[in-house]
Nanobody, 123 residues
C-alpha cells in the first residue's frame, strides 16, 4: 500500500512558476511509474506528465517545454516543476503510482492516487 500526499499548489499569476511535490509512504516508489494528472473544473482528470522507473519522462503536448517531472527515489518523492504557467493550467493536480504503465495518457488506472493539490492561475 502506497500513500501519496501532494503539496505545493497555490494561486499565481500567468507566467509565474510553481513546484509540486508528492511524498510517498508505506512503500518505496522505486518500482513504480509515477505521474501527475490534472482535473480542470467541470472536466475529466487527464495525464500531464509521467516518469518511468529509469527517469524517462513523457508529457502531454500542452505542457511540453514548460513542465518538468522528476523523481527522487531516495526521498520517495515525485516533483512537477511548472514554469510559464497559463490560466488553462488551472485545476486540481493529482499524483499517481502505477505498477504497469509508464506513459502519460496510459496511467488512468494507476494503483495509487493522492488527494490532490489545487493550482489556480489567473491572467
Amino acid at each position: 500500500q502506497v500513500r501519496l500526499v501532494e503539496s505545493g499548489g497555490g494561486s499565481v499569476q500567468a507566467g509565474e512558476s510553481l513546484r509540486l511535490s508528492c511524498v510517498a509512504s508505506g512503500d518505496t516508489i522505486n518500482g513504480y511509474c509515477m505521474g501527475w494528472f490534472r482535473q480542470a473544473p467541470g472536466k475529466e482528470r487527464l495525464g500531464v506528465a509521467a516518469v518511468n522507473t529509469e527517469g524517462r519522462a513523457t508529457y502531454t503536448d500542452s505542457v511540453k517545454g514548460r513542465f518538468t517531472i522528476s523523481r527522487d527515489n531516495a526521498k520517495n518523492t515525485l516533483y512537477l516543476q511548472m514554469d510559464s504557467l497559463k490560466p488553462e493550467d488551472t485545476g486540481i493536480y493529482y499524483c499517481a503510482a502505477d505498477s504497469l504503465f509508464c506513459l502519460v495518457g496510459t496511467m488512468s488506472g494507476a494503483d495509487y492516487w493522492g488527494r490532490g493539490t489545487q493550482v489556480t492561475v489567473s491572467s
